[in-house]
C-alpha cells in the first residue's frame, strides 16, 4: 500500500479583503496521495518544489479525488471568496484539476493578463489582490439582487456549480471539521442540519470520499480545512 503524504498546514488567517476568503501555508514531510476534498472556491497558489517557483490558479473540486504531493515542498495560497472571479479565466474552468500554471521568471515575477507581477506573498497578499482590482482583474458576480433563475444561471455560468452544491459542499466541510474535532457522529448530524446518519454518509463519501466514522479517527490526509459556521 502507497504511504500517504504528511502536509502540515503552517498557518492560516481570515481576510478583510472584499475578495479574499483566507490566506493559508502549508509544507510537506513526506510525498504521497492525499485526498482533495470538495471545494466551491479558488485560489491562487505558489508552489516551491525542489527548487522550483510556480504559480498555479487552482480551482474547485466537485467531488473529493486523490492528488499527489511532491515531497519536501512549500505552498502558500490565496483563497478567494465564492463570489470573486477573474473574468479571463473563470473558476468554472479550473474544476477538478484543470489548473492554470502561469508563466514565471526567474526574478520572482509572473505573468498575468500581459503584465508581469511580483510573486505575492503571505504577509502581503491583500495589497497584491488589491492591486488586480484597481486593474479591473478580478470582479465580484452580484447575485443577490438578481431573479432565482439568472442567479443560478450566471452561478454556473461563472462557477460551474449551482448555489444549492455549494451550499452542500459548505456543510460536508463543516461536518469533516466537526468529525476531526471529536464530536459524536450524531451530533454532527444534527449541528450540520442532515436529515439523518445515512444522509450525512452519503454525503461524506462523495464529497470527501470517506466516511463519517473514517474521518473521524483522523486515519487519512485531507486537503486544507478551515474552521467555518453551520
Known amino acids: ?94 474544476l477538478d484539476g484543470k489548473d492554470v500554471f502561469l508563466p514565471v521568471r526567474s526574478r520572482g515575477r509572473f505573468l498575468l493578463d500581459n503584465r508581469w507581477w511580483e510573486i505575492p506573498s503571505f504577509d502581503n497578499a491583500e495589497a497584491f489582490v488589491k492591486k488586480l482590482a484597481a486593474r479591473g482583474l478580478i470582479e465580484r458576480e452580484q447575485l443577490a439582487r438578481a431573479h432565482p433563475r439568472t442567479a443560478q444561471r450566471r452561478m454556473r455560468n461563472t462557477f460551474g456549480m449551482t448555489q444549492a452544491f455549494a451550499r452542500q459542499v459548505e456543510r460536508a466541510r463543516l461536518a469533516t471539521q466537526l468529525l476531526r474535532d471529536g464530536r459524536a457522529i450524531a451530533d454532527v448530524v444534527a449541528e450540520a442540519g442532515y436529515y439523518d446518519q445515512a444522509h450525512l454518509t452519503r454525503s461524506l463519501r462523495q464529497l470527501v470520499g470517506l466516511t463519517p466514522a473514517t474521518i473521524a479517527r483522523g486515519e487519512h490526509q485531507l486537503s486544507f480545512l478551515y474552521k467555518t459556521q453551520p
Open 1 to 94: 500500500m502507497e504511504t500517504a503524504a504528511r502536509i502540515i498546514f503552517d498557518d492560516e488567517r481570515p481576510s478583510d479583503s472584499p475578495y479574499v476568503e483566507r490566506v493559508w501555508r502549508s509544507h510537506s514531510e513526506r510525498g504521497g496521495p492525499f485526498i482533495a476534498v470538495a471545494s466551491n472556491h479558488w485560489e491562487l497558489v505558489v508552489a516551491k518544489v525542489q527548487g522550483e517557483t510556480a504559480v498555479v490558479l487552482h480551482g474547485g473540486e466537485t467531488r473529493a479525488r486523490s492528488v499527489m504531493c511532491p515531497a519536501d515542498g512549500e505552498w502558500f495560497a490565496i483563497r478567494f471568496k465564492a463570489d470573486a472571479y477573474l473574468p479571463e479565466t473563470p473558476p468554472g474552468t479550473l
